[in-house]
């Protein structure tokens, strides 16, 4: 496989929606040396990340994520991401190698100028996302730390995304048959869109 060294540069548009998640429910997909950090009593927060990266990226690939929680190490809170799939093999192998990012292939099928996109492994349907109306925001830069582990090492790295976010109605599916459907087993709290989307993804370092 082929794939850019860290950092990677990926442009495009993507939804994110926000979920508050027992806790309990939360536990099996995020390893017991991380702490989980509380949104509201017995909840975390975490959410679903639909994305399209092309001219200008790294690489071209969509990408569907799904954050189990917000976790703590080193008195730093980060993401945990559980589940990740794209449809680039050298994307699967990048992010495998360089951030153990537990990434597999599946097949996006993007409809209705984008608003709608349907995620599939072989037959099975992964989750679906539908958006519909959207409230404009103002372009801005965000940061956020993302845990994952490689090799038994745990290792922290940033992204910046800088986008014209929007806020959006939004309607997510995730079967029952969907590798996360106990995790993600209610609807949004929130959902957001950003469009001209311009993320960093900077290499790991290992934490303590």
Same mark, same amino acid.
């Given at each position: 496989?082929?794939?850019?060294?860290?950092?990677?540069?990926?442009?495009?548009?993507?939804?994110?929606?926000?979920?508050?998640?027992?806790?309990?429910?939360?536990?099996?997909?995020?390893?017991?040396?991380?702490?989980?950090?509380?949104?509201?009593?017995?909840?975390?927060?975490?959410?679903?990340?639909?994305?399209?990266?092309?001219?200008?990226?790294?690489?071209?690939?969509?990408?569907?994520?799904?954050?189990?929680?917000?976790?703590?190490?080193?008195?730093?809170?980060?993401?945990?991401?559980?589940?990740?799939?794209?449809?680039?093999?050298?994307?699967?192998?990048?992010?495998?190698?360089? &951030?153990?990012?537990?990434?597999?292939?599946?097949?996006?099928? &993007?409809?209705?100028?984008?608003?709608?996109?349907?995620?599939?492994?072989?037959?099975?349907?992964?989750?679906?996302?539908?958006?519909? &109306?959207?409230?404009?925001?103002?372009?801005?830069?965000?940061?956020?730390?993302?845990?994952?582990?490689?090799?038994?090492?745990?290792?922290?790295?940033?992204?910046?995304?800088?986008?014209?976010?929007?806020?959006?109605?939004?309607?997510?599916?995730?079967?029952?048959?969907?590798?996360?459907?106990?995790?993600?087993?209610?609807?949004?709290?929130?959902?957001?869109?950003?469009?001209?989307?311009?993320?960093?993804?900077?290499?790991?370092?290992?934490?303590?």
């Amino acid at each position: 496989m082929s794939y850019p060294q860290a950092p990677w540069t990926l442009k495009g548009f993507a939804f994110q929606t926000l979920h508050l998640i027992d806790i309990a429910k939360a536990s099996p997909f995020i390893p017991p040396e991380l702490a989980i950090v509380s949104a509201a009593p017995d909840k975390t927060l975490g959410g679903v990340y639909f994305s399209q990266y092309g001219t200008g990226s790294s690489l071209e690939y969509n990408e569907l994520i799904v954050v189990a929680g917000v976790v703590r190490r080193e008195q730093t809170i980060g993401a945990w991401v559980s589940h990740i799939y794209v449809d680039n093999p050298d994307s699967v192998a990048g992010g495998r190698e360089i &951030w153990g990012m537990p990434k597999e292939l599946a097949t996006f099928d &993007w409809q209705a100028g984008a608003q709608r996109v349907v995620v599939q492994q072989d037959d099975r349907v992964l989750c679906s996302l539908s958006s519909s &109306w959207r409230v404009s925001l103002v372009r801005q830069a965000i940061a956020f730390p993302v845990y994952s582990l490689l090799n038994s090492n745990f290792l922290r790295f940033n992204a910046t995304a800088s986008a014209n976010f929007g806020w959006i109605g939004a309607k997510l599916e995730v079967p029952e048959v969907s590798p996360f459907a106990s995790v993600i087993d209610t609807m949004p709290i929130s959902a957001f869109s950003a469009d001209s989307l311009e993320l960093r993804v900077d290499g790991p370092r290992v934490v303590a």
